[in-house]
């Protein structure tokens, strides 16, 4: 049986609110369509604290609460799309800051999905008696990506940290992931290559879509139409996929943490799915979209709230970037 025990959750945010109220100073927008088209009110901005910063923090906090020694940890999985540095891995850094000596790490891209992927390979990983223990670590920090000339985009985003310790358990657990390449242009940030000397260098080739003029290198590009049309699609499917393959139905789930993208396509996801919305956590008012760390922070929030509980069935899912998506079920 492939199954996972969440033993600790943790969490990082850092000080600075960015309000909708703030946005209205720098950008033709207001609170009021911000709310209502988004469900966000506000985000947080790291404003001096790099990545590596907030997915330490995020991850000691977690490794605290699992109550287990830094020295049982033997992997270390980060999910992020912003990385400080190209190399080492994000997941290197954390293992060093957190004393995880006897860890290996590695680090998972799929943007938004990026957690689901990790908690996937995690439990993989657990499968094989040499990992007995493993931090999972989701950090972003997408003020430095954002164009915050773009209103469309840049009220989305917000910058925080979640990660959780998980080992192995003897209940079950199903997952389901999916990629659609096809979309890879509909949201997107390019690395900026002119900083180059090499002197052979010319600008990039560049695949169908992609716009990389001076202004819009290294900066996110969306275009949100497509994003949310495939997002509550995405949604509804990976949640009856993995639904199917666990031979459950959503009577049966106790608890289910979507992507933090949007509140319209939450809700929408919600309503094809016929789901309770009482069974549903949702903390994107406060926190907008952190991309990957959206679901380990409501996995924070709720066990520092001691509701997450032994027995629980829970379904995650979430879908981002790529375009990826994926959703998983497995009881506490
Ligand atoms: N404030 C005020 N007006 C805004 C605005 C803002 N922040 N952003 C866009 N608008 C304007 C547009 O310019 C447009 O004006 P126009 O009709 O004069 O051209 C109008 O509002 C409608 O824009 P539209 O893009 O149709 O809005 P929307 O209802 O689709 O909402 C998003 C835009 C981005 C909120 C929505 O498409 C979305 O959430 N998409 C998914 C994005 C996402 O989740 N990305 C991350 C995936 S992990």
Request: hydrophobic share 40%; aromatic share 8%; proline share 4%.
């Amino acid at each position: 049986m492939r199954g996972i025990k969440i033993l600790g959750a943790g969490m990082y945010m850092p000080e600075t609110v960015a309000s909708n109220d703030w946005f209205s100073t720098i950008l033709d927008t207001s609170d009021e369509w911000i709310y209502t088209r988004t469900g966000i009110r506000e985000r947080r901005i790291s404003e001096d604290k790099p990545n590596w910063y907030m997915a330490a923090e995020a991850s000691r906090a977690a490794v605290a609460d699992s109550g287990i020694a830094p020295e049982d940890i033997d992997l270390v999985l980060a999910a992020t799309c912003s990385p400080d540095y190209f190399y080492p891995a994000l997941s290197c850094l954390v293992q060093q800051q957190v004393g995880a000596v006897n860890a290996a790490a590695f680090d998972i891209n799929s943007a938004c999905t990026g957690f689901i992927n990790a908690l996937d390979t995690a439990s993989r990983f657990l499968q094989d008696g040499d990992y007995r223990n493993i931090l999972i670590v989701a950090s972003e920090r997408l003020a430095p990506h954002c164009d915050y000339t773009d209103r469309t985009a840049s009220i989305l985003f917000g910058d925080g940290a979640g990660a959780a310790v998980v080992t192995r358990s003897d209940k079950p657990m199903w997952s389901y992931l999916s990629a659609k390449g096809d979309f890879f242009n509909a949201l997107y940030c390019k690395v900026d290559q002119s900083r180059s000397n090499c002197p052979l260098l010319k600008p990039d080739a560049l695949p169908e879509g992609i716009i990389d003029t001076e202004a819009k290198t290294h900066t996110l590009q969306m275009n949100g139409k497509a994003v949310y049309k495939f997002a509550v699609d995405a949604m509804e499917t990976a949640v009856n996929k993995v639904l199917e393959r666990s031979g459950l139905t959503t009577g049966d789930i106790d608890l289910f943490i979507p992507h933090q993208a949007n509140a319209r396509i939450i809700e929408s996801a919600v309503k094809g799915l016929n789901l309770p919305a009482e069974k549903v956590y949702v903390n994107l008012e406060k926190h907008g979209n952190t991309s990957s760390a959206c679901i380990p922070t409501c996995l924070a929030e709720l066990k520092a709230e001691s509701r997450i509980k032994e027995g629980m069935k829970i379904c995650l899912v979430g879908f981002g970037a790529g375009l990826t998506s994926g959703a998983i079920v497995f009881e506490q």
